[in-house]
């Protein structure tokens, strides 16, 4: 069991289980978590990219390709997996994770599971301070996952610096895009499974729907095909 840190520590990328230690009393509020907090240093910009979306559009599969597609420069990744805590038993899967499987034993990805333990929105109550610790800490990017939100569960655009919302071409009809919420925070909109039918033509609406409320002085959305995903941005 994680116990109160005795000293202010230099929390380092390079020691994982000192990050751990330190993500543990921060999420349990343990002795000396805001003395913790408060001898953080933030020497460095650390982009925090939001991955957010409806459950089952391929979240946890995106942040894997993004985790290969950093670590092609060498760079060291944090990652925050947000699973949704039962109303009924109060426990979670904190099964995210699952999909990262290949970045279990690498020492440039940190992997950290939490619950949202009762939280709305869509972060768990401590993400905000979490996050914190992972930016001191000297990580080149931190990723966050949020559980499967609704059209109102937007916390994660407070938080991240870019926030990627994942859809599927299933997410409903022209009438469901308009709606505020969700699609008013996306920096980028990520159509996964993008070989179902109809992608192209819910791409191709998406595109002309949020073309129409944004200024006129935005860029046109460009779609990248990559794989199963599209990308507008």
């Known amino acids: 069991m994680a116990t109160a840190f005795n000293k202010p520590a230099i929390i380092n990328c390079n020691n994982f289980k000192l990050v751990a230690r330190a993500l543990t009393i921060i999420e349990n509020d343990l002795q000396g978590s805001t003395e913790l907090l408060k001898n953080l240093n933030f020497n460095t910009t650390t982009p925090i990219i939001g991955i957010t979306g409806p459950p089952g559009a391929g979240k946890s599969t995106l942040v894997n390709s993004l985790i290969d597609l950093l670590l092609k420069d060498g760079n060291k990744i944090a990652v925050l997996a947000i699973d949704p805590t039962s109303p009924f038993n109060f426990g979670s899967l904190l099964g995210d994770r699952i999909r990262m499987a290949s970045h279990f034993n690498s020492p440039d990805v940190f992997i950290r599971s939490l619950a949202t333990r009762g939280s709305l929105g869509g972060l768990s109550a401590k993400t905000i301070e979490m996050t914190d610790v992972l930016r ?21 655009a407070g938080l991240a610096d870019i926030t990627l919302v ?9 009438i469901q895009h308009i709606k505020s919420g969700l699609m008013e925070i996306a920096d980028a909109f990520i159509i996964n499974k993008a070989d179902r039918a109809d992608a192209d033509v819910f791409a191709n609406n998406l595109k002309k729907i949020i073309g129409q409320k944004k200024e006129s002085s935005r860029r046109c959305l460009k779609p990248l095909h990559h794989r199963r995903g599209v990308l507008l941005r």
């Open 166 to 174: 994942v859809l599927v071409p299933e997410g409903g009809d022209e």
């Open 136 to 156: 001191a800490a000297g990580f080149n990017y931190v990723l966050i996952e949020t559980v499967g939100v609704g059209q109102s569960e937007i916390e994660i």
